[in-house]
C-alpha cells in the first residue's frame, strides 16, 4: 500500500463517483479503477459499492477511509516540517547558565549574536543553581544549561564544555603563604575562613572532598548563594571563597581581589552542558549552541592573551570551538 492508492482511494469516496475523481486527479478512469482493484486486493476486502446515488465505501472501505485521511494529513505536515527545516532555524529556545561563571558575562553578547544571525529565534534566559537547572532540563522545561558539571546525575547528560583550575579568592590585605609561582597549597587554603554555596553546588562539594581526603578542617564562615553579597563580604574582608579565576574576573572585574591557584592537589571544575538524555536539541537549539561555544572560545583567548590550555591553571576548552557538539 502507497499513499499515491490511498490519495486515490479518499478523492473517489469524496467525489461519489470514479470519473469526477479521474477528472480531479487528472488520471484515466481505467487506470484509476485499476488502483482500486489493486488496494482491494492488498487488504482482500470490498472497498467500494455502486448505489443509485453513485459510488459508496463498504464498511471496510469506512474504516479504511478514516484511516487515510489521517496518513494523508501526517504525510502533508512531515513534508511541511521537512521544508521548513531546509530554511533558517527559528522558535524558542531556552537555557539557563551557572550564576557564579565566566558564561553570564557573555549574554548580551550572546543575544546579540543570535538575533544577528537568526532573527526568528526567540530566547529564554535564566540563572539558578546547577541541581535545579539539570532537573528543569530532564523535565523538558529547558532546552539545556551551562552549569557546573556534577559527579552524576540521571536523566540528563554533561558535555564539558570548559576545564578550570579553582583558586582561592581574598581581600588583597588578607596574608596567605604562597608557592613561589604565586599558587597556594590545599594546606595553607585550608586555613583561610571562606564563603561557600550550598551542599548541592559542585565547587562547595570539590572543595569539601579535597579538604576531607587530606584531613584538613573546612573553615566554613557562611553559605551564600548572592554574587553581589560575596562580593559585599570579600571587600569587607570577612571571608574568602573558592571560584575559577574566569569567573573572578568575569563577575567582579576592577574589584582588586587576590586570587591564587590551588595546588596539592589541584582543583579542577568543568563548566558543562547539560542536555536531556530522551530528546535530542531542536534545530534552533543546536544553532543557539554553536554561539555559545564561539562567544566561550572567544572570550577565553581574550581573557588570557593566547590560546588556552590547561598548563598553568588556565581555563581551556575540552573540544575544538568550531566542533558541533552532538
Known amino acids: 500500500m502507497d499513499t499515491r ?28 479503477s485499476q488502483q482500486v482493484s489493486v488496494l482491494e486486493k492488498e487488504l482482500k476486502q470490498r472497498l467500494l459499492i455502486r448505489s443509485k446515488q453513485g459510488i459508496e465505501p463498504t464498511a471496510a472501505g469506512h474504516t479504511l477511509y478514516r484511516h487515510a485521511q489521517t496518513i494523508l494529513r501526517l504525510v502533508e505536515e512531515a513534508r511541511q516540517d521537512i521544508a521548513k527545516a531546509g530554511g533558517a532555524p ?26 544577528k544571525r537568526y532573527p526568528d529565534i526567540s530566547l529564554h534566559l535564566t540563572e539558578s ?13 529547558l532546552d539545556m544549561a551551562l552549569i557546573y558539571e556534577p559527579s552524576e546525575a540521571r536523566g540528563v547528560r554533561f558535555t564539558t564544555m570548559i576545564v578550570e583550575d579553582l583558586h582561592l579568592v581574598t581581600n588583597p590585605a588578607v596574608e596567605i603563604a604562597t608557592q613561589e609561582d604565586g599558587t597556594v597549597t590545599a594546606e595553607e587554603a585550608s586555613k583561610v575562613e571562606v564563603f561557600l554555596p550550598g551542599r548541592d553546588h559542585t565547587i562547595r562539594q570539590l572543595v569539601e572532598k579535597v579538604w576531607r581526603e587530606k584531613g584538613l578542617d573546612l573553615r566554613l564562615v557562611g553559605e551564600v548563594g548572592s554574587l553581589p553579597s560575596l562580593g559585599s563580604l570579600l571587600r569587607a574582608n570577612l571571608g574568602a571563597t573558592v571560584l575559577p579565576k574566569s569567573a573572578v574576573e568575569a563577575l567582579f572585574p576592577g574589584q582588586g581581589f587576590t586570587s591564587h591557584r590551588i595546588v596539592s592537589p589541584s582543583l579542577q571544575s568543568k563548566i558543562a552542558l547539560c542536555t536531556a538524555n530522551h530528546d535530542p536539541l531542536s534545530e534552533a537549539a543546536s544553532a543557539v549552541l554553536v554561539i555559545l561555544r564561539e562567544m566561550l572560545h572567544e ?12 598548563a598553568g591553571g588556565l581555563a581551556y576548552l575540552s573540544s575544538p570551538p568550531e566542533q558541533i557538539l552532538p
Open 5 to 32: 492508492k490511498l490519495e486515490y482511494f479518499v478523492t473517489i469516496v469524496d467525489a461519489g463517483s470514479i470519473t469526477k475523481a479521474a477528472s480531479a486527479l487528472h488520471v484515466a478512469q481505467p487506470a484509476l
Open 90 to 115: 527559528s522558535g524558542h529556545v531556552s537555557i539557563a547558565i551557572a550564576p557564579d561563571s565566566i558564561v553570564p558575562s557573555l549574554t548580551p553578547r550572546i543575544v546579540q549574536e543570535v538575533r
Open 129 to 141: 543553581v546547577g541541581g535545579a537547572l539539570s532537573e528543569a532540563v530532564k523535565s523538558g522545561k
Open 299 to 310: 572570550q577565553l583567548l581574550a581573557q588570557f592573551q593566547h590560546e588556552p590550555t590547561p
